[in-house]
């Protein structure tokens, strides 16, 4: 009767652990569909014109008449968002009695384009028919013997060379990572001020249109900016007080400063490369008291309450296999070897509230 009882409960536990396989399985099948819904949202302005409602319960009518688009198919969209938590049904009292309507939550005000804390524009740069052919071709790149990126495979050339030819995709670019530079260079101006003290002069290594450099200089007033990119990028890159825009190539060499910052740029290289530019910035700071700050995602390093974090890093290393011909996320030992080969003397990593950590290292 025991074993009888026994079988009994390990076929039900197969089946439950069958029915849970299939359930990630369809989310993993149709994953795809959150993003694009998302995207739409994002596209057509909702949380915009949301916020302009200041949390008072904006009817369907009042959207589809807003943006010119029909009540019913704007309906699933929203009822979609609403089952995800990204907006929030509520009725009111209107003439005709109970109305149901649609205000924000903290994870549509991330949605607002011109949001403080917007995550709008990195969401429609990695969703651009640009960034999305590229993963068809994942497969293709495994087996191919020259280890082709899938972009260089889809577009002809790498993300840089077709930035600069296509200014479509350079503002993309541009924009995706001023919203995410603007999320992690906050965290560090409120936690982490003391890593910028005695810093007179520093060069941001690859900092694209100057977002993250004009935060820093504007919170730490005593230091000279000078942000360091291609001349297609910084010949667009708009004033900031205290920063100069610099234009060069990091693997030719970098401008002289006390301190040097990458935030997102050396994940882009493989080691060698990481290592040649790692170099430049060695001859280009203090020996005595110069240091890199290297702003970049450590796997491994997240655990806890940055769990959910661990699992972006490894999304993004798929990115980078995407995307770039040798980039990838490093783990703690792979930073201490590129590092090391670079001439550092030694290095520490930081722990952050974000996708990134915060790598220290000195001449």
Same mark, same amino acid.
């Given at each position: 009767?025991?074993?009888?009882?026994?079988?009994? @409960?390990?076929?039900?536990?197969?089946?439950?652990?069958?029915?849970?396989?299939?359930?990630?399985?369809?989310?993993?099948?149709?994953?795809?569909?959150?993003?694009?819904?998302?995207?739409?949202?994002?596209?057509?302005?909702?949380?915009?014109?949301?916020?302009?409602?200041?949390?008072?319960?904006?009817?369907?009518?009042?959207?589809?008449? @807003?943006?010119?688009?029909?009540?019913?198919?704007?309906?699933?969209?929203?009822?979609?968002?609403?089952?995800?938590?990204?907006?929030?049904?509520?009725?009111?009292?209107?003439?005709?009695?109970?109305?149901?309507?649609?205000?924000?939550?903290?994870?549509?005000?991330?949605?607002?384009?011109?949001?403080?804390?917007?995550?709008?524009?990195?969401?429609?740069?990695?969703?651009?028919?640009?960034?999305?052919?590229?993963?068809?071709?994942?497969?293709?790149?495994?087996?191919?013997?020259?280890?082709?990126?899938?972009?260089?495979?889809? +577009?002809?050339?790498?993300?840089?060379?077709? &930035?600069?030819?296509?200014?479509?995709?350079?503002?993309?670019?541009?924009?995706?990572? @001023?919203?995410?530079?603007?999320?992690?260079?906050?965290?560090?101006?409120?936690?982490?001020?003391?890593?910028?003290?005695?810093?007179?002069?520093?060069?941001?290594?690859?900092?694209?249109?100057?977002?993250?450099?004009?935060?820093?200089?504007?919170?730490?007033?005593?230091?000279?900016?000078?942000?360091?990119?291609?001349?297609?990028?910084?010949?667009?890159?708009? +004033?900031?007080?205290?920063?100069?825009?610099?234009?060069?190539?990091?693997?030719?060499?970098?401008?002289?400063?006390? @301190?040097?910052?990458?935030?997102?740029?050396?994940?882009?290289?493989?080691?060698?490369?990481?290592?040649?530019?790692?170099?430049?910035?060695?001859? &280009?700071?203090?020996?005595?008291?110069?240091?890199?700050?290297?702003?970049?995602?450590?796997?491994?390093?997240?655990?806890?309450?940055?769990?959910?974090?661990?699992?972006?890093?490894?999304?993004?290393?798929?990115?980078?296999?995407?995307?770039?011909?040798?980039?990838?996320?490093?783990?703690?030992?792979?930073?201490? +070897?590129?590092?090391?080969? &670079?001439?550092?003397?030694? +290095?520490?990593?930081?722990?952050?509230?974000?996708?990134?950590?915060?790598?220290?290292?000195?001449?």
């Amino acid at each position: 009767m025991a074993e009888e009882t026994s079988g009994v @409960a390990k076929l039900i536990h197969e089946r439950e652990e069958e029915s849970q396989a299939q359930e990630y399985l369809w989310n993993c099948i149709f994953g795809f569909t959150e993003t694009a819904v998302v995207k739409c949202a994002v596209e057509l302005g909702i949380s915009d014109y949301l916020e302009t409602h200041k949390q008072q319960p904006v009817s369907l009518n009042q959207l589809s008449t @807003a943006f010119g688009c029909c009540a019913s198919s704007l309906y699933r969209i929203l009822r979609f968002l609403t089952n995800r938590g990204i907006f929030k049904e509520v009725s009111s009292v209107g003439d005709g009695g109970d109305v149901l309507g649609y205000v924000q939550t903290p994870i549509s005000r991330l949605l607002r384009r011109d949001g403080e804390n917007s995550m709008a524009h990195l969401l429609l740069l990695q969703n651009s028919p640009f960034m999305l052919a590229p993963w068809h071709y994942l497969t293709a790149r495994l087996l191919d013997k020259e280890n082709t990126s899938p972009f260089n495979a889809v +577009h002809g050339k790498d993300a840089w060379e077709y &930035a600069k030819n296509n200014s479509e995709h350079n503002k993309l670019i541009n924009d995706g990572m @001023a919203c995410h530079a603007r999320m992690t260079t906050r965290v560090i101006i409120d936690n982490y001020a003391e890593i910028f003290k005695g810093i007179e002069s520093l060069v941001d290594v690859g900092g694209g249109n100057g977002t993250t450099l004009g935060m820093l200089v504007k919170a730490f007033p005593w230091i000279k900016g000078i942000n360091f990119d291609l001349p297609h990028v910084v010949s667009v890159a708009p +004033h900031y007080d205290g920063v100069v825009h610099v234009e060069g190539d990091m693997f030719d060499s970098v401008p002289n400063a006390h @301190a040097a910052f990458f935030m997102a740029v050396l994940h882009d290289w493989g080691d060698e490369e990481c290592i040649r530019i790692l170099k430049n910035c060695i001859k &280009a700071i203090s020996k005595d008291t110069g240091k890199v700050i290297i702003v970049e995602t450590v796997l491994e390093e997240k655990m806890g309450n940055d769990k959910s974090l661990k699992d972006v890093g490894f999304m993004m290393d798929m990115v980078m296999m995407s995307h770039t011909s040798n980039g990838k996320e490093r783990s703690a030992k792979e930073w201490t +070897h590129i590092l090391s080969e &670079a001439g550092f003397s030694r +290095h520490s990593i930081v722990n952050i509230p974000a996708i990134e950590c915060i790598i220290l290292a000195y001449p």
